[in-house]
Protein backbone atom coordinates (compact mmCIF):
# COMPACT_ATOMS: atom_id res chain seq x y z
CA UNK A 1 0.00 0.00 0.00
CA UNK A 2 0.89 3.21 -0.96
CA UNK A 3 0.09 6.38 2.08
CA UNK A 4 0.56 9.83 2.48
CA UNK A 5 1.54 10.85 6.03
CA UNK A 6 0.46 14.66 6.56
CA UNK A 7 1.27 17.01 9.45
CA UNK A 8 1.96 20.30 10.00
CA UNK A 9 5.46 19.65 11.32
CA UNK A 10 8.60 17.84 10.45
CA UNK A 11 10.02 17.83 12.87
CA UNK A 12 9.84 16.83 16.66
CA UNK A 13 8.16 19.39 18.63
CA UNK A 14 6.33 16.93 21.02
CA UNK A 15 3.92 14.29 21.65
CA UNK A 16 1.22 14.94 18.30
CA UNK A 17 4.95 14.64 16.18
CA UNK A 18 6.24 11.47 17.30
CA UNK A 19 2.60 9.98 16.70
CA UNK A 20 3.14 11.38 13.41
CA UNK A 21 6.56 9.98 12.83
CA UNK A 22 6.02 6.39 14.51
CA UNK A 23 2.89 5.73 12.17
CA UNK A 24 5.60 6.31 9.15
CA UNK A 25 8.19 3.70 11.12
CA UNK A 26 5.26 1.05 11.81
CA UNK A 27 4.21 1.54 8.20
CA UNK A 28 7.37 1.17 6.20
CA UNK A 29 8.46 -1.48 8.96
CA UNK A 30 5.65 -3.77 7.08
CA UNK A 31 6.20 -3.25 3.77
CA UNK A 32 4.25 -0.14 2.79
CA UNK A 33 5.47 3.02 1.05
CA UNK A 34 5.42 6.49 2.95
CA UNK A 35 5.94 10.15 1.20
CA UNK A 36 5.06 12.86 3.62
CA UNK A 37 3.74 16.22 3.53
CA UNK A 38 4.48 18.91 5.90
CA UNK A 39 5.89 22.18 5.92
CA UNK A 40 9.22 23.87 5.43
CA UNK A 41 11.16 24.33 7.98
CA UNK A 42 15.23 24.64 8.39
CA UNK A 43 15.27 22.67 11.80
CA UNK A 44 12.99 19.50 10.03
CA UNK A 45 14.23 16.11 9.29
CA UNK A 46 15.42 15.27 6.02
CA UNK A 47 13.16 13.85 3.52
CA UNK A 48 13.01 13.32 -0.09
CA UNK A 49 9.41 14.96 -0.36
CA UNK A 50 10.51 18.25 1.39
CA UNK A 51 10.19 19.52 -2.45
CA UNK A 52 6.56 19.16 -1.90
CA UNK A 53 6.61 20.94 1.53
CA UNK A 54 4.45 24.14 2.17
CA UNK A 55 5.48 27.86 3.45
CA UNK A 56 3.83 28.07 7.26
CA UNK A 57 1.91 31.06 7.70
CA UNK A 58 3.99 33.87 8.85
CA UNK A 59 2.17 35.07 11.79
CA UNK A 60 5.07 36.48 13.93
CA UNK A 61 5.48 38.64 11.04
CA UNK A 62 5.91 42.55 12.22
CA UNK A 63 4.93 43.38 8.91
CA UNK A 64 1.23 44.34 8.68
CA UNK A 65 0.64 43.05 4.45
CA UNK A 66 2.93 39.70 5.43
CA UNK A 67 0.64 39.27 8.78
CA UNK A 68 -2.59 39.64 6.84
CA UNK A 69 -1.31 37.58 3.83
CA UNK A 70 -0.52 34.98 6.85
CA UNK A 71 -4.06 34.80 8.03
CA UNK A 72 -5.47 34.89 4.67
CA UNK A 73 -3.87 31.25 3.97
CA UNK A 74 -5.63 30.02 7.14
CA UNK A 75 -8.79 28.90 5.67
CA UNK A 76 -7.81 27.76 2.14
CA UNK A 77 -4.23 27.86 1.32
CA UNK A 78 -3.49 27.52 -2.60
CA UNK A 79 0.13 26.56 -1.94
CA UNK A 80 -1.09 23.48 -0.22
CA UNK A 81 -3.61 22.91 -2.53
CA UNK A 82 -1.32 23.19 -5.91
CA UNK A 83 1.90 21.22 -4.22
CA UNK A 84 -0.74 18.57 -2.19
CA UNK A 85 -1.92 17.82 -5.97
CA UNK A 86 1.48 17.34 -7.36
CA UNK A 87 1.99 14.90 -4.87
CA UNK A 88 -0.45 12.80 -5.41
CA UNK A 89 0.32 12.77 -8.86
CA UNK A 90 3.85 11.87 -8.60
CA UNK A 91 3.13 9.53 -5.58
CA UNK A 92 0.02 7.62 -6.49
CA UNK A 93 -1.15 7.05 -3.15
CA UNK A 94 -3.57 4.45 -2.51
CA UNK A 95 -4.69 6.95 1.22
CA UNK A 96 -4.14 9.76 2.65
CA UNK A 97 -3.67 10.09 6.40
CA UNK A 98 -3.67 12.91 7.85
CA UNK A 99 -2.99 14.56 11.40
CA UNK A 100 -2.81 18.33 12.51
CA UNK A 101 -2.93 19.93 9.48
CA UNK A 102 -5.40 22.24 10.11
CA UNK A 103 -3.91 25.91 10.92
CA UNK A 104 -0.79 25.30 9.27
CA UNK A 105 -1.08 23.37 5.95
CA UNK A 106 -5.18 24.27 5.73
CA UNK A 107 -7.83 21.95 4.95
CA UNK A 108 -7.40 22.78 1.39
CA UNK A 109 -5.42 19.51 0.88
CA UNK A 110 -8.68 17.69 2.30
CA UNK A 111 -10.94 19.14 -1.09
CA UNK A 112 -7.85 17.74 -3.49
CA UNK A 113 -7.92 14.35 -1.84
CA UNK A 114 -11.63 14.37 -2.25
CA UNK A 115 -11.73 15.77 -5.66
CA UNK A 116 -8.83 13.24 -6.66
CA UNK A 117 -11.03 10.46 -5.14
CA UNK A 118 -8.47 9.30 -3.16
CA UNK A 119 -9.74 8.28 0.18
CA UNK A 120 -8.73 10.45 3.25
CA UNK A 121 -8.46 9.61 7.41
CA UNK A 122 -7.67 11.62 10.07
CA UNK A 123 -6.30 11.35 13.47
CA UNK A 124 -8.00 13.95 15.56
CA UNK A 125 -5.25 14.99 18.43
CA UNK A 126 -6.72 18.44 19.47
CA UNK A 127 -10.48 19.66 18.92
CA UNK A 128 -9.67 22.62 16.32
CA UNK A 129 -12.56 20.83 14.42
CA UNK A 130 -14.93 22.50 16.93
CA UNK A 131 -13.05 24.94 18.62
CA UNK A 132 -11.58 27.87 17.32
CA UNK A 133 -8.85 27.28 19.60
CA UNK A 134 -8.65 23.98 19.86
CA UNK A 135 -8.77 23.53 23.61
CA UNK A 136 -11.99 23.91 24.77
CA UNK A 137 -9.69 26.10 27.41
CA UNK A 138 -8.85 30.03 27.88
CA UNK A 139 -7.66 32.35 30.86
CA UNK A 140 -7.62 29.11 33.08
CA UNK A 141 -11.04 27.41 32.50
CA UNK A 142 -12.86 24.87 30.56
CA UNK A 143 -14.95 26.46 27.45
CA UNK A 144 -17.67 25.62 25.36
CA UNK A 145 -19.23 28.92 24.41
CA UNK A 146 -18.78 28.38 20.87
CA UNK A 147 -20.86 25.02 20.59
CA UNK A 148 -24.07 25.11 18.20
CA UNK A 149 -21.13 27.16 16.19
CA UNK A 150 -21.72 30.43 17.75
CA UNK A 151 -17.81 31.04 16.80
CA UNK A 152 -18.22 34.78 17.44
CA UNK A 153 -17.60 34.01 20.92
CA UNK A 154 -14.31 33.32 20.20
CA UNK A 155 -13.66 37.14 19.63
CA UNK A 156 -15.50 37.88 22.87
CA UNK A 157 -13.10 35.66 24.78
CA UNK A 158 -9.58 36.33 23.39
CA UNK A 159 -9.39 32.70 23.15
CA UNK A 160 -6.45 32.65 20.72
CA UNK A 161 -3.26 33.60 22.40
CA UNK A 162 -5.32 36.09 24.44
CA UNK A 163 -5.44 38.33 21.57
CA UNK A 164 -8.13 39.91 19.37
CA UNK A 165 -6.27 39.46 15.99
CA UNK A 166 -5.57 36.22 16.19
CA UNK A 167 -9.09 34.93 18.28
CA UNK A 168 -10.91 37.31 14.95
CA UNK A 169 -8.47 35.09 12.49
CA UNK A 170 -9.40 31.92 14.37
CA UNK A 171 -13.29 32.49 14.23
CA UNK A 172 -13.31 33.54 10.85
CA UNK A 173 -11.59 30.10 9.85
CA UNK A 174 -14.21 28.34 12.19
CA UNK A 175 -16.97 29.96 10.00
CA UNK A 176 -15.35 28.70 6.93
CA UNK A 177 -14.72 25.69 7.43
CA UNK A 178 -18.24 25.09 8.87
CA UNK A 179 -19.84 27.15 5.77
CA UNK A 180 -17.60 24.37 3.13
CA UNK A 181 -18.32 21.50 5.42
CA UNK A 182 -14.63 21.21 5.27
CA UNK A 183 -14.39 17.74 7.60
CA UNK A 184 -17.38 15.61 7.30
CA UNK A 185 -17.60 16.32 3.04
CA UNK A 186 -13.94 15.56 2.45
CA UNK A 187 -12.95 13.18 5.32
CA UNK A 188 -13.71 9.77 4.90
CA UNK A 189 -12.42 8.52 8.79
CA UNK A 190 -12.06 10.08 11.81
CA UNK A 191 -9.68 8.82 14.41
CA UNK A 192 -9.51 9.65 18.11
CA UNK A 193 -7.14 8.34 20.42
CA UNK A 194 -9.76 8.30 23.19
CA UNK A 195 -13.30 7.72 23.55
CA UNK A 196 -13.64 10.86 25.65
CA UNK A 197 -12.87 12.96 22.41
CA UNK A 198 -15.15 11.09 20.08
CA UNK A 199 -17.77 11.32 22.03
CA UNK A 200 -17.05 15.18 22.71
CA UNK A 201 -17.33 15.81 18.74
CA UNK A 202 -20.71 14.13 18.32
CA UNK A 203 -22.13 16.49 21.14
CA UNK A 204 -20.98 18.75 18.87
CA UNK A 205 -21.63 17.64 15.28
CA UNK A 206 -24.30 14.47 16.18
CA UNK A 207 -23.82 11.05 16.62
CA UNK A 208 -23.75 9.51 13.06
CA UNK A 209 -23.40 12.81 11.39
CA UNK A 210 -19.52 11.23 10.51
CA UNK A 211 -17.64 7.84 11.10
CA UNK A 212 -15.32 7.31 13.36
CA UNK A 213 -12.52 4.81 14.51
CA UNK A 214 -10.58 4.09 17.36
CA UNK A 215 -6.96 4.25 16.83
CA UNK A 216 -4.67 4.34 20.18
CA UNK A 217 -1.03 6.42 19.53
CA UNK A 218 2.13 4.14 18.40
CA UNK A 219 4.93 3.75 20.98
CA UNK A 220 7.85 2.23 20.77
CA UNK A 221 8.85 0.49 23.88
CA UNK A 222 12.45 1.12 24.52
CA UNK A 223 14.62 -1.33 25.86
CA UNK A 224 15.55 0.52 29.11
CA UNK A 225 14.15 -1.80 32.31
CA UNK A 226 12.01 0.03 35.20
CA UNK A 227 14.52 0.29 38.54
CA UNK A 228 14.48 -1.92 41.39
CA UNK A 229 15.02 1.10 43.85
CA UNK A 230 13.66 4.60 42.47
CA UNK A 231 14.08 7.81 44.16
CA UNK A 232 12.15 10.00 46.56
CA UNK A 233 11.35 12.89 44.44
CA UNK A 234 7.75 13.69 42.49
CA UNK A 235 8.03 14.72 38.66
CA UNK A 236 6.72 16.73 36.56
CA UNK A 237 7.43 16.71 32.48
CA UNK A 238 6.33 18.48 29.41
CA UNK A 239 5.31 22.38 28.41
CA UNK A 240 5.20 24.54 31.37
CA UNK A 241 1.77 26.68 30.13
CA UNK A 242 -1.33 27.16 31.64
CA UNK A 243 -3.57 24.68 30.15
CA UNK A 244 -1.28 22.01 32.10
CA UNK A 245 -1.84 22.65 35.27
CA UNK A 246 1.85 22.62 36.78
CA UNK A 247 0.60 25.67 38.99
CA UNK A 248 -1.71 22.97 40.77
CA UNK A 249 1.58 20.83 41.68
CA UNK A 250 3.00 23.97 42.97
CA UNK A 251 -0.27 24.99 45.08
CA UNK A 252 -0.76 21.65 46.25
CA UNK A 253 3.75 21.23 47.54
CA UNK A 254 3.05 24.26 49.96
CA UNK A 255 1.19 21.87 52.05
CA UNK A 256 3.80 19.04 51.53
CA UNK A 257 7.16 20.75 51.92
CA UNK A 258 8.80 17.22 52.68
CA UNK A 259 8.15 16.01 49.67
CA UNK A 260 10.87 16.51 46.96
CA UNK A 261 9.53 17.35 43.32
CA UNK A 262 11.63 18.16 40.18
CA UNK A 263 9.81 20.47 37.42
CA UNK A 264 11.37 19.56 33.54
CA UNK A 265 10.67 21.15 30.76
CA UNK A 266 9.88 24.83 29.37
CA UNK A 267 7.27 27.17 28.23
CA UNK A 268 5.45 30.59 28.79
CA UNK A 269 4.35 30.15 32.22
CA UNK A 270 7.99 29.17 33.88
CA UNK A 271 8.97 32.39 34.71
CA UNK A 272 6.12 33.22 36.90
CA UNK A 273 6.20 30.10 38.55
CA UNK A 274 9.51 29.78 39.14
CA UNK A 275 8.85 33.34 40.86
CA UNK A 276 6.13 32.09 43.32
CA UNK A 277 8.55 28.98 44.19
CA UNK A 278 10.92 31.48 45.14
CA UNK A 279 7.97 33.90 46.41
CA UNK A 280 6.56 31.03 48.95
CA UNK A 281 10.29 29.77 49.86
CA UNK A 282 9.61 25.99 48.58
CA UNK A 283 13.13 24.58 48.72
CA UNK A 284 11.34 21.07 47.93
CA UNK A 285 10.59 22.22 44.10
CA UNK A 286 13.77 21.84 41.56
CA UNK A 287 13.16 23.43 37.67
CA UNK A 288 15.72 21.51 35.63
CA UNK A 289 14.87 23.07 32.12
CA UNK A 290 14.28 21.22 29.28
CA UNK A 291 15.19 17.70 29.07
CA UNK A 292 15.19 14.86 26.06
CA UNK A 293 16.34 11.71 25.66
CA UNK A 294 18.73 9.82 28.62
CA UNK A 295 18.76 12.71 29.89
CA UNK A 296 15.02 12.75 30.90
CA UNK A 297 14.81 8.93 31.31
CA UNK A 298 17.61 9.58 33.57
CA UNK A 299 14.92 11.64 35.61
CA UNK A 300 12.02 9.83 34.71
CA UNK A 301 12.87 6.40 35.61
CA UNK A 302 14.22 7.37 39.22
CA UNK A 303 11.18 9.71 40.39
CA UNK A 304 8.94 8.18 42.73
CA UNK A 305 5.76 9.25 41.38
CA UNK A 306 4.72 11.49 38.01
CA UNK A 307 1.95 14.07 38.31
CA UNK A 308 0.16 14.74 34.97
CA UNK A 309 -2.18 17.90 36.30
CA UNK A 310 -3.75 18.68 33.08
CA UNK A 311 -6.47 21.48 33.74
CA UNK A 312 -8.06 21.20 30.12
CA UNK A 313 -9.76 18.25 28.55
CA UNK A 314 -6.32 16.76 26.95
CA UNK A 315 -6.66 13.84 24.51
CA UNK A 316 -4.08 11.24 25.00
CA UNK A 317 -0.83 12.39 27.02
CA UNK A 318 1.94 11.02 25.54
CA UNK A 319 3.96 11.60 28.63
CA UNK A 320 1.66 8.52 30.13
CA UNK A 321 3.01 6.07 28.17
CA UNK A 322 6.87 7.25 28.52
CA UNK A 323 5.77 7.02 32.09
CA UNK A 324 4.12 3.55 32.14
CA UNK A 325 7.80 2.31 30.03
CA UNK A 326 9.67 3.06 33.04
CA UNK A 327 7.43 1.49 35.27
CA UNK A 328 6.53 4.99 37.55
CA UNK A 329 3.00 5.17 39.01
CA UNK A 330 1.35 8.26 37.68
CA UNK A 331 -1.08 10.91 39.72
CA UNK A 332 -3.70 12.46 36.61
CA UNK A 333 -6.46 14.59 36.58
CA UNK A 334 -9.90 13.58 35.93
CA UNK A 335 -10.23 15.32 32.45
CA UNK A 336 -10.68 14.44 29.01
CA UNK A 337 -8.74 11.12 28.03
CA UNK A 338 -6.86 10.62 31.00
CA UNK A 339 -9.13 8.45 33.27
CA UNK A 340 -9.20 6.14 30.39
CA UNK A 341 -5.66 5.12 30.33
CA UNK A 342 -5.31 5.20 33.92
CA UNK A 343 -8.32 2.87 35.09
CA UNK A 344 -7.85 -0.61 36.49
CA UNK A 345 -5.48 0.43 39.00
CA UNK A 346 -3.28 1.66 36.17
CA UNK A 347 -2.73 5.30 38.34
CA UNK A 348 -4.44 7.69 40.66
CA UNK A 349 -6.98 10.35 39.57
CA UNK A 350 -7.02 13.76 41.24
CA UNK A 351 -9.90 16.68 40.92
CA UNK A 352 -8.27 19.57 39.43
CA UNK A 353 -10.44 21.91 41.12
CA UNK A 354 -10.10 20.24 44.54
CA UNK A 355 -6.20 20.40 45.56
CA UNK A 356 -6.70 19.05 48.31
CA UNK A 357 -7.11 15.28 46.23
CA UNK A 358 -3.64 16.33 44.51
CA UNK A 359 -2.16 16.70 47.93
CA UNK A 360 -3.55 13.17 49.06
CA UNK A 361 -2.59 11.26 46.67
CA UNK A 362 1.26 12.92 46.56
CA UNK A 363 1.37 11.99 50.21
CA UNK A 364 -0.30 8.66 49.41
CA UNK A 365 2.42 7.97 46.65
CA UNK A 366 5.55 9.15 48.46
CA UNK A 367 5.26 7.11 51.89
CA UNK A 368 3.26 3.93 50.25
CA UNK A 369 6.06 2.02 48.40
CA UNK A 370 4.15 -0.89 47.79
CA UNK A 371 1.09 0.70 46.28
CA UNK A 372 3.22 2.69 44.58
CA UNK A 373 5.10 -0.34 42.72
CA UNK A 374 1.50 -2.22 42.06
CA UNK A 375 0.64 0.87 40.42
CA UNK A 376 4.25 1.36 38.44
CA UNK A 377 4.23 -2.66 37.57
CA UNK A 378 0.37 -2.89 36.29
CA UNK A 379 0.93 0.27 33.76
CA UNK A 380 3.59 -0.85 31.98
CA UNK A 381 2.38 -4.20 31.86
CA UNK A 382 -0.65 -2.61 29.92
CA UNK A 383 1.87 -0.72 27.87
CA UNK A 384 3.41 -4.23 26.47
CA UNK A 385 -0.10 -5.63 25.79
CA UNK A 386 -1.72 -2.98 24.30
CA UNK A 387 0.73 -0.62 22.71
CA UNK A 388 3.30 -2.99 20.74
CA UNK A 389 3.86 -2.98 17.37
CA UNK A 390 1.69 -5.78 16.06
CA UNK A 391 -1.59 -4.53 17.49
CA UNK A 392 -0.93 -1.37 16.52
CA UNK A 393 -0.19 -2.25 13.17
CA UNK A 394 -3.41 -4.42 12.84
CA UNK A 395 -5.14 -1.86 14.74
CA UNK A 396 -4.01 0.87 11.73
CA UNK A 397 -4.71 -1.56 9.06
CA UNK A 398 -8.12 -2.56 10.41
CA UNK A 399 -9.08 1.24 10.17
CA UNK A 400 -7.27 2.03 6.63
CA UNK A 401 -9.74 -1.07 5.47
CA UNK A 402 -12.99 0.88 6.27
CA UNK A 403 -12.30 3.49 3.57
CA UNK A 404 -10.62 1.16 1.18
CA UNK A 405 -13.57 -1.09 0.41
Not at 75 to 82: A, H, L, N, V
Not at 87 to 106: C, Y
Not at 296 to 315: C, G, M, Q, R
Request: charged fraction near 25%; include cysteine.
Amino acid sequence: MRIILAHKFHKYTGGAEVFYFEVGRVLEENGHEVAYFSTLDDENLESPYSKYFVHAPDFKSNNILSKVKAFSKVPYSFETKRKFKKLIEDFKPDLIHAFGVITQISPSMFVTARKMKIPLVISMNDYKHICPSYKLFHHGKICEDCKTKKFYKAIKNKCSHDSYSYSIASSVESYVHSWLNIYKKNINLFLFASDFMAHKTEEYWGKETFKWGKLLNPFKIPNREPQKVRGDYGLYFGRVIEEKGVHLIIEALKNNRDIPFKIVGDGPQLIELENIVKENNLTNIEFLGSKWGDELDDVLYNAKFVVIPSVWHENFPYVILQTFAAGVPIIGSELGGIPELLKDNRGVLFNPSDISTLESSMKKLSNDTEYSNELGINGRKYLIETFNDQIFYESIIKNYNIVLK
